[in-house]
Structure formats: structure tokens, C-alpha cells
């Protein structure tokens, strides 16, 4: 092994000897740094799509983000299931075993992408009926998910399977330039060559396809790592092959979720409101999304330092990890909440003149906010069981949180129009997040006693 292979492998071991304090701040620092950089994206992707297409393009754009959804639930799904593997089997100390995995994973998302693509073109009118798309607003729903279909095999980078090793500065890097790559794009394709909505979905696969690009150099290329993925790593090992599928499974459960959510929501809201209470919600939503996401950064930054402990048995260092990563996005939902009931009025100002959307989307704003503090939760105690292999806890919170909890509230509350949807939304974080709770005092871990302890 050469003296870089070495260092390499050394940023792996790390995740066992260094205090949990520190590797959990420098792990969440990394992934909030992208997931942050993402949320900009998204609201600059609005904020264009608004000023230089309009209102109906940018309520298209939301109708459609289920699609976009889907297909970064799928990424998910077996970048949290592959990097579940490999961060606890480099753990072990089986590198082939790693190798094995990340191999695997990139199969079963390619495979997978082929058919979403496939089956979302071929049924792309009935696709737009189910997600509420009507008049002017489906013919750029219909122009925006036709773009995003095609690139659906640049969905992902792994950046998961990235930081399973250790890597945070690379996976950093495989959100950071993409974004940018994408920002750049925005004004040039939406504004420049007028090309509206498609251009803000040309856009977003642009950055995608640098993300995927720099994945494939960094498993397939690159020489200084712990393992190699080549031909032997990619053919399919049934087992390594369910293990990403079931340990993973539960976040497509929770971005189908999530999809599902939206679709209800815009249904609902397009009875009662029409294209002015749909517009609030595309404002609001984006809102809450770049709000929420360094929640996604905790519970990203969490999966490898407790997968690796988990695989090297240090039992107290998962629980310690568990604790801090607790606290860390309760605390942060609680100052994100406060801050977008202040600045409500001038957020959505950024986006809108119009005072009947205006109005909407601060009042969404504002009741979406409290289920704030407590949406990082139910994600975070996912991944931690994700983490350490134990599917069945996760797939309760992802799927059980949703049919018992978020989706009845929806309904309820929804019946009573625009703001009883807000509460319905908010109720149902909160509400998951206690189901998740009370979940993870009940666990077992092996080797640590309770989980909640």
C-alpha cells in the first residue's frame, strides 16, 4: 500500500478514534455545507422561473416536484443502503466487502433509473392528471418533467457512498460544484435563450450529470482509496444486492412519502384556492425545503460515524453520536422555525408582488414553520437505524409515520382549505417525530442495551 492508499484508508480508522464530538461537527458541517448550497440552488431556481416565466410556471414546477422527488428518493435509497454496507464493512475491515457493495449500488440505481425513465414517459398524461396539473399549468408541468425523465440516470453521485469512507471534503465537492454548475446555467437557459421551464430542467440535469461524473472517476478512476469498484465489484451478488435494497428501502418509503404529501396537498389546494393557493405553497414550500435542509445534513452526516463504529463494535460511541445528533437538529429546528415567522414577509417578497399569493404564502409560511422544529427528527432516528443495519425500525417510521399520522392529518385538516392544509402539514411532523421517539426509547441495539437509553 502506497503512502497516499495509506492516508486514505486512515480517514476511514478515524471514525473510531477521534472524539465523536468532533467528527460528528466536522461530518454535519460538510454535509450542511452541501445540502445548504443545494437550498440556494433551489430557491434561485424559483426565484427565475417566477420573475422570468410567472406564477403558473413556477406552480408547474412545483406540481412536477414529485417527479424530481422520486427520482432522488430512488438515489437515496440505494446510496443510504450501499453506504450502510460499506461504512460497516470497512469498520470490520473488509475492504472487498466494501467493494462489493458500492459496485452493487450503482447497479441497482441504473437499473432502476431505466425504468422510472421508461415508465414516466410512457405515461406522462395520466402522471400530470394525478398530480393535479390543469390548463396552462400542465403544458409547463408537461415541458419541465419531460426534461427531468430523460436525465434520470444523472440523478445521483453517491456522495453517501462517499462519506461512508470518510471522504466529507469530496462529497462536499460533489454537491458544491454542480450546484454551481447549475446556477450558472439558470440565467443563461431560462433568461438568456428564453427557453422557460425547460431551461430551469435543463439546468438542474446539468449539475446533475457533473455530480455523476465526478462519481464515476472517483469509484471507477481514482486508485487512492481503500477499495476498488471495477467489473468483478458491478456484477450482482444477491445478497449484497437485497441488503442495499431492504436497509434502504425505507428512505424511498419516506421520499415516496414526502411525494405523496405534495401530491395530496396540491390537490386539495387546488380545489379550494386554484392557481393562487397552489403558487403559495410553491413559495412556501421551497421556503420550509431550504429551512429544513441541514436537518438532512445532521442525519447524513450521522449514517457514517455510526455505521463504522457500529461495524468496529464500539457501542458507546454510536450512542454518543446518537445523542449529540439528537439535540443538534432539534436545537437548530427551533432557530429555523423562529427566524421564518419574522422574516416571512420579506422571504416571500423575494419571490412575489402579487398580493393575494403574497398574503397565502406568508400565512403557509409562517404554520408550516412550527412543524419546523421538530421535522429533523423522524429522518434523523431513521438513518440511525439505517446505520447500523436494522431495517424494520426505519421502514415503521417511513411507512407507519405516513399512513397512521401525516397522511390522515392531511386529509382532516385539508378538508377546511389553505390554512387548514398548513396545520395539516405541520401537525404531521410533529406528530411523527414523537411516534419516532417513543420508537427509539423502545429499540435494541446490539451490545448497548435500550437505544434510548
Known amino acids: 500500500m502506497t503512502a497516499r492508499q495509506a492516508g486514505q484508508t486512515g480517514q476511514a480508522a478515524a471514525l473510531a478514534v477521534r472524539p465523536v464530538g468532533r467528527l460528528l461537527w466536522h461530518a454535519c458541517s460538510q454535509t450542511n455545507l452541501s445540502v445548504g448550497v443545494y437550498g440556494i440552488y433551489a430557491l434561485t431556481n424559483a426565484w427565475f422561473v417566477a420573475r422570468g416565466v410567472g406564477p403558473d410556471a413556477l406552480a408547474a414546477v412545483n406540481l412536477v416536484a414529485p417527479v424530481l422527488l422520486i427520482l432522488g428518493a430512488v438515489g437515496t435509497t440505494v446510496g443510504v443502503g450501499g453506504a450502510s454496507l460499506v461504512s460497516r464493512r470497512l469498520g470490520a475491515g473488509d475492504l472487498e466487502g466494501a467493494g462489493r457493495a458500492a459496485g452493487n449500488t450503482f447497479v441497482v440505481f441504473w437499473v432502476t433509473a431505466l425504468v422510472v425513465m421508461v415508465a414516466g414517459l410512457a405515461a406522462l398524461e395520466p402522471l400530470l392528471t394525478v398530480l393535479g396539473a390543469q390548463g396552462e399549468v400542465r403544458e409547463y408541468a408537461r415541458d419541465y418533467a419531460v426534461v427531468l425523465l430523460l436525465g434520470a440516470f ?25 450546484i454551481f454548475v447549475q446556477m450558472m446555467l439558470d440565467p443563461v437557459l431560462v433568461l438568456g435563450l428564453d427557453m422557460g421551464v425547460r431551461g430551469a430542467a435543463l439546468a438542474t440535469i446539468g449539475g446533475q450529470s457533473v455530480s455523476a461524473g465526478m462519481s464515476l472517476w472517483f469509484f471507477f478512476v481514482q486508485r487512492q482509496r481503500p ?197 395539516g402539514l405541520s401537525a404531521g411532523e410533529i406528530a411523527a417525530a414523537a411516534a419516532a421517539l417513543l420508537l427509539l426509547r423502545a429499540q435494541q441495539a446490539p451490545g448497548t442495551g435500550r437505544v434510548g437509553s
Not at 164 to 178: K, N
Request: net charge positive; no cysteine.
Open 227 to 423: 477499495y476498488r469498484v471495477g467489473l468483478k465489484q458491478l456484477r450482482p451478488h444477491p445478497s449484497t444486492v437485497a441488503a442495499v435494497v431492504t436497509i434502504g428501502a425505507p428512505s424511498f418509503l419516506a421520499g415516496f412519502g414526502a411525494t405523496l404529501l405534495v401530491v395530496l396537498a396540491n390537490n386539495q389546494l387546488a380545489a379550494a384556492g386554484g392557481a393562487v393557493a397552489l403558487a403559495a405553497f410553491a413559495i412556501a414550500s421551497r421556503l420550509q425545503t431550504f429551512a429544513a435542509m441541514p436537518h438532512m445534513g445532521i442525519a447524513q452526516g450521522l449514517q457514517p460515524v455510526a455505521g463504522y463504529n457500529a461495524g468496529a463494535q464500539l457501542w458507546p460511541r454510536v450512542r454518543r453520536a446518537r445523542v449529540l445528533a439528537l439535540r443538534a437538529t432539534v436545537g437548530y429546528g427551533a432557530a429555523a422555525a423562529a427566524m421564518l415567522v419574522v422574516l416571512a414577509e420579506p422571504l416571500v417578497g423575494l419571490f412575489v408582488d402579487d398580493g393575494a399569493v403574497a398574503g397565502e404564502s406568508v400565512t403557509a409560511v409562517r404554520i408550516i414553520a412550527a412543524g419546523l422544529v421538530f421535522s429533523g427528527v423522524t429522518p434523523m432516528v431513521s438513518s440511525y437505524f439505517q446505520a447500523l443495519g436494522q431495517a424494520r425500525p426505519s421502514y415503521a417510521l417511513s411507512l407507519g409515520t405516513l399512513v397512521v399520522l401525516k397522511i390522515p392529518l392531511l386529509l382532516l385538516l385539508g378538508a377546511f382549505g389553505g390554512p387548514g392544509v398548513w396545520i
Open 154 to 178: 444523472a440523478a445521483t453521485g453517491f456522495s453517501s457512498l462517499v462519506r461512508a469512507e470518510g471522504r466529507m471534503v469530496f462529497s462536499t465537492l460533489m454537491w458544491v460544484v454542480p
